[in-house]
């Protein structure tokens, strides 16, 4: 089974790669989905830093939370979320139940705060922008 995952035939910048390997955790491919999601976190700490800047715009979290180490996965998901790549997500990250350890954590409901803040501010932006393009 190891010989199915090398760069040849894995996208890495596919963002559902985590999402895979919890699915084949889940249905029935325990060994193939850790295997999996062992190789996307080992990809983005050790191989794409080489190549690339901001890797933790990548979900990393996610394998780590599926993989159940809880805290790599917030201190990632931190990381992402200091660098405002996570914000477009954030809904899914908030709502997602496979990551429910997640949210159970008070680092989370710290960052979910100030997501939920920033968005409404973003909402209420639009929501001027909008009023001020019809009173032209």
């Known amino acids: 089974r190891a010989d199915l995952l090398n760069e040849n035939t894995l996208s890495f910048r596919d963002i559902d790669v985590c999402l ?3 699915t084949l955790t889940r249905t ?5 989905g850790n295997d999996l999601l062992r190789y996307a976190v080992d990809y983005w700490e050790q191989t ?3 190549y690339m800047r901001h890797t ?3 979900p990393i979290f996610e394998c780590y939370a599926y993989l159940g180490d809880i805290e790599k996965s917030l201190a990632a998901l931190e990381t992402a979320w200091s660098h405002r790549h996570v914000l477009s997500n954030w809904v899914f990250i908030a709502n997602a139940p496979q990551l429910r350890r997640l ?7 710290v960052m979910d705060q100030e997501a939920r803040a920033e968005l409404k501010q973003q909402r209420q932006n639009v ?4 009023e001020g393009m019809g009173s032209e």
């Open 48 to 50: 794409a830093p080489l």
């Open 20 to 22: 895979a390997g919890l």
């Open 28 to 32: 029935g491919d325990e060994l193939l």
């Open 56 to 58: 933790d715009r990548f």
């Open 127 to 130: 929501k001027t922008g909008e």
């Open 103 to 109: 949210h159970e954590d008070p680092r989370f409901h």
